[in-house]
């Protein structure tokens, strides 16, 4: 088992805190069939290290305490989250990588709220995978391609030894 050193553990923790936080700030737009998740936008650190995906994960999971839809939220939106994040990590391309969230969450989070809101499955996936679409592919991924180009930022970001 690795020892998970205290740079890795405070990335992981500022990680998840700051998704926790904006999911909630912005609670109003974050939850429910139509959801613009802006902190979804995280998601692509998976892709430049895989050791944010702890911290991803359990943001999601502290931010999906607050679901109006509750425990079903957070057990299914933490595991769409996970499914996404780990999948993102093995992806060579970003742009590729930036489609994950869509799928496990449009999936995923679609069958629950059909599930636990008697809405119609179709539907509710390809919103819930619409707004992950527009967030993370559409706003995420050109955002990152830019700020991941600045030296700072690459080296902050560069966790795994």
């Known amino acids: 088992m690795q020892k998970l050193s205290s740079k890795k553990m405070a990335m992981i923790g500022a990680t998840a805190?700051?998704?926790a936080v904006l999911?909630?700030?912005m609670a109003p737009i974050s939850y429910g069939a139509?959801?613009?998740?802006l902190s979804e936008v995280m998601t692509l650190?998976?892709?430049v290290d895989p050791v944010f995906i702890p911290g991803l994960v359990l943001g999601n999971f502290i931010a999906n305490l607050f679901s109006p839809f509750g425990?079903?939220?957070v057990v299914f939106g933490t595991?769409?989250?996970f499914i996404a994040v780990f999948m993102m990590s093995k992806m060579k391309s970003m742009l590729i990588a930036s489609f994950?969230?869509?799928i496990?969450?449009?999936l995923i989070i679609g069958l629950e709220l059909a599930i636990f809101t008697g809405a119609p499955f179709v539907s509710t996936a390809l919103y819930v995978a619409l707004g992950e679409f527009l967030v993370v592919t559409v706003l995420g991924y050109p955002v990152f391609k830019v700020v991941m180009k600045n030296k700072t930022i690459q080296n902050l970001t560069q966790v795994t030894d």
């Open 17 to 19: 805190a700051i998704y």
């Open 23 to 25: 999911t909630v700030a």
């Open 34 to 37: 139509v959801q613009l998740r």
């Open 45 to 47: 650190l998976a892709f």
């Open 71 to 73: 425990l079903p939220d």
């Open 79 to 81: 595991l769409a989250t």
């Open 100 to 102: 994950w969230p869509t």
């Open 104 to 106: 496990a969450n449009g």
